[in-house]
């Protein structure tokens, strides 16, 4: 990862640890560190080998100060350290919740208990945790529309019907929150706002493990799977390492270990998941840099500007597509057009004497040299297109930059996301170039 501080990013400092190399920079001194380990102690956690430090590329994670081994445990954290929907049937939101007909979703649930720990304060049993949690979110879903403009389609849609659905979520939850006035001294319109809904969920969807709990008649049917686990949240996501991440139900922790080793005095990283950059900005604020699982998403629009307008059959075509899911998901990646962009081609360029073979396209079969070129060529006309509106919107952002400082921060990670793309596409275009000449 370049340039990008991920989920954890907070300012950098320049104090380093003693004997480290110079990317390593010391946190542990720092007062809500220390508190968090006390806290963290007095909860039965224990660890003296993991650190908390600020990366050069990667921002604030975790420095390991021995050397891991295949298969040794990383962390293990204790079930009283994580912040799940017992704990807050366990607290004095609990028979408010037991009650509220119809029942809360776990994930409601758990938003509403960051949102009054957070207000409560100095008096929050969990003030240390929500202490070293970020004050801002970089998803989408908080960056300034004029910079979610500037996403690439698929994830601009995606990006507004994740801010739907949270609005959808804050309408239909305040009649619950203003059940919670005798709980307060100001008026909860003031306290349960959106904002403050924003930033629990943006919280929970970017920090959570994933932890089963069994099904609760006072919450909706929604699965129950959010796990917050503080200190162990700080690990960062490399899209280059294997993890296995599990709650042992025998030591009754939550237990991390990798499947490769890590050298001393090095960051210490887990994977999320097989995400491509716009997965990873989109749920966690952050991307990768030369992230093997990345591609660049072909859109509907895009497409359909590039097929031929004047086919007859250019409609049952498309019906077809879409009839077999082959209109979403089409992409570019560091190998090329993928199978299934290459297929969804193959189809539209079907002739009129070869249409009645289409199933045969779905198979994998080629159905003669003639289409196979043309494929390629409408291919290689999509990546150029994409890669004129990549280059154009890298152009806006220069400019943007220049007139409003304020959004450099957002306008710098679109901008990572943009050029992470332009590689993509002029590596499947050279690819292109080679599979052009050979079918000719």
């Known amino acids: 990862m370049q340039k990008s501080r991920g989920r954890t990013g907070r300012k950098r400092r320049r104090k380093h640890f003693k004997d480290l190399p110079s990317d390593g920079v010391n946190y542990s001194h720092k007062l809500e560190y220390i508190q968090l380990k006390k806290w963290l102690k007095e909860r039965g956690f224990e660890d003296n080998h993991l650190k908390p430090a600020q990366f050069s590329d990667t921002g604030r994670g975790l420095l ?13 954290l204790p079930e009283k350290c994580l912040l799940t929907t017992a704990t807050v049937l366990n607290s004095y939101l609990g028979k408010y919740i037991a009650r509220w007909k119809p029942p809360l979703s776990p994930l409601i649930v758990l938003c509403t208990f960051l949102i009054a720990e957070k207000h409560t304060g100095e008096r929050s049993l969990w003030k240390p945790y929500l202490d070293i949690l970020p004050k801002t979110y970089t998803c989408p879903i908080c960056l300034e529309q004029e910079v979610v403009k500037l996403l690439p ?22 009649p619950f929150f203003s059940s919670l006035q005798p709980l307060l001294t100001e008026n909860v319109e003031a306290v349960f706002t959106y904002d403050a809904l924003l930033w629990a969920w943006c919280t ?9 709990q069994p099904q609760k008649e006072c919450f909706s049917r929604e699965p129950d799977i ?20 599990t709650f042992n139900e025998q030591t009754r922790c939550y237990e991390i270990r990798m499947d490769s080793h890590c050298r001393k005095y090095k ?3 887990i994977c999320y998941g097989p995400h491509d950059n716009q997965r990873l900005l989109l749920e966690y604020g952050f ?6 699982h990345s591609s660049v998403y072909v859109s509907t629009d895009t497409l359909l500007k590039c097929v031929f307008p004047g086919d007859k059959k250019r409609n049952t075509k498309l019906s077809i597509l879409k009839d077999h899911s082959l209109l979403e998901n089409l992409t570019f990646g560091w190998d090329g057009p993928s199978w299934k962009l290459l297929t969804a081609l193959k189809l539209l360029c079907l002739g009129a004497d070869e249409f009645t073979c289409w199933k045969r396209v779905l198979l994998g079969d080629v159905i003669s040299s003639g289409n196979e070129a043309k494929a390629l060529k409408l291919a290689t006309k999509i990546c150029f ?3 004129e509106e ?21 306008l710098a990670l679109i901008k990572g996301l943009r050029l992470e793309d332009l590689r993509i596409l002029q590596k499947s275009a050279e690819i292109l170039s080679n599979l052009n000449a050979t079918a000719t």
């Open 64 to 76: 390991t100060t021995k050397a891991f081994q295949a298969g040794e445990l990383i962390i293990s």
């Open 153 to 174: 389609d698929p994830l601009r849609r995606k990006a507004q019907e994740q801010r739907t659905a949270v609005q959808e979520l804050y309408s239909s939850s305040k």
């Open 204 to 212: 929970i969807n970017t920090r959570t493990v994933y932890m089963k």
């Open 226 to 245: 959010y796990a917050l686990a503080p200190y162990l949240d700080l690990l960062n996501h490399s899209p280059h390492v294997q993890v296995k991440g």
């Open 267 to 269: 960051e210490v990283f």
């Open 287 to 292: 991307i990768a840099i030369d992230n093997p």
């Open 385 to 387: 297109s994409i890669t």
């Open 390 to 410: 990549t280059q154009h919107v890298l152009h806006q952002i220069s400019h943007l930059k220049k007139d409003n400082v304020n959004l450099e921060a957002q």
